[in-house]
């Protein structure tokens, strides 16, 4: 059964810090490019950090930047999103996302091939 499955998430304080984990069940994510989106309530869903099949070549949204970083270790099939100075703004569910492609080209959710169930981050004092 192909599957992602997200962990880490929770709730933390503004300026704390969360790691998520998209660990893959059912294929190998050598050949995958891997993003994480999220979505807060009421908002559309939207790509947050995107990392490409190799691990060379990383991605973040404007929103993100200098404080997540992503990763992967192929060889535990799993992909890692380390979430810094969290903001309140960082609310959400967070998803991650397999495509079968070797780098990122944007957030398009249609294109993505496999999602996982997601993972509530909550943000607040």
């Known amino acids: 059964q192909v599957q992602l499955v997200e962990t880490g998430g929770g709730s933390a304080q503004p300026g704390g810090s969360l790691r998520l984990s998209c660990a893959a069940s059912?294929?190998?994510?050598?050949?995958?490019?891997i993003a994480w989106f999220r979505q807060a309530p009421g908002k559309e869903r939207e790509g947050v950090s995107c990392?490409?099949?190799?691990?060379?070549?990383?991605n973040y949204a404007d929103s993100v930047k200098g404080r997540f970083t992503i990763s992967r270790d192929n060889a535990k099939n799993t992909v890692y999103l380390q979430m810094n100075s969290l903001k309140p703004d960082d609310t959400a569910v967070y998803y991650c996302a397999a495509v079968l492609r070797a780098y990122c080209s944007g957030y398009v959710p249609i294109e993505y091939d496999y999602w996982g169930q997601g993972t509530q981050v909550t943000v607040s004092s």
């Open positions: 990392i490409s099949s190799s691990g060379r070549s990383t």
């Open positions: 059912g294929f190998t994510l050598d050949y995958y490019t």
